[in-house]
């Protein structure tokens, strides 16, 4: 595991911009095997854990949104083939079809619409996970763990208000 991400729940770093992160007792950068023995995760751990866990709530908040708008785009495609289906080949019109290369590229464009969120939303899923494993990890080397309740509210344009309740305790 990177020494970096042992710092990042260190209440000593300090960050340098000539050097980056430094450690606030040594003065020097960050140079253990493992496990650093002069770690001190308190502030410094409990705002990590309530930056990834208010993350993924976030993302995971998001969820019906993309479903829904999935379904949504996915249903005007349908129905955009269905009508199109009745109007040129229901009424007997055999041989071309008029209008079809436009159809095509109106299909493809809405399925594009309907499956991009989709994929913004399992990609922020999949990084906000392993931001949390990550996270878990490092605790576990460290021997500790924790309880977090995070309610978010007011959330309007990006910005949100977030109420955190953490624990963090030793184990074993």
């Known amino acids: 595991m990177e020494v970096k991400k042992h710092c990042g729940i260190c209440d000593h770093k300090i960050y340098d911009i000539q050097t980056g992160a430094v450690c606030g007792l040594t003065k020097k950068a960050p140079d253990f095997v493992g496990k650093c023995n002069y770690i001190k995760p308190e502030k410094a751990l409990e ?16 969820k019906a ?3 829904s708008h999935f379904i949504f785009y ?3 495609n349908v129905g955009i083939l269905t009508i199109y289906y009745f109007l040129y080949f229901y009424e007997g019109n055999v041989g071309t079809a008029p209008g079809l290369p436009f159809i095509i590229f109106l299909f493809i464009g809405l399925l594009g619409v309907a499956i991009g969120p989709i994929n913004t939303y399992m990609r922020d899923y999949k990084i906000a996970k392993n931001q949390q494993k ?11 763990d ?4 995070i309610k978010i509210f007011n959330e309007a344009h990006g910005d949100f208000d977030v109420e955190k309740r953490v ?3 030793r184990v074993g």
């Open 47 to 62: 705002a990590k854990i309530v930056e990834v866990h208010t993350k993924l709530k976030l993302v995971t908040k998001k």
């Open 65 to 67: 949104d993309t479903i």
């Open 74 to 76: 996915s249903l005007i």
């Open 134 to 144: 990550e996270l878990h990890a490092i605790l576990k080397i460290y021997k500790l």
């Open 146 to 149: 924790y309880e977090v309740s």
């Open 167 to 169: 624990k963090i305790f």
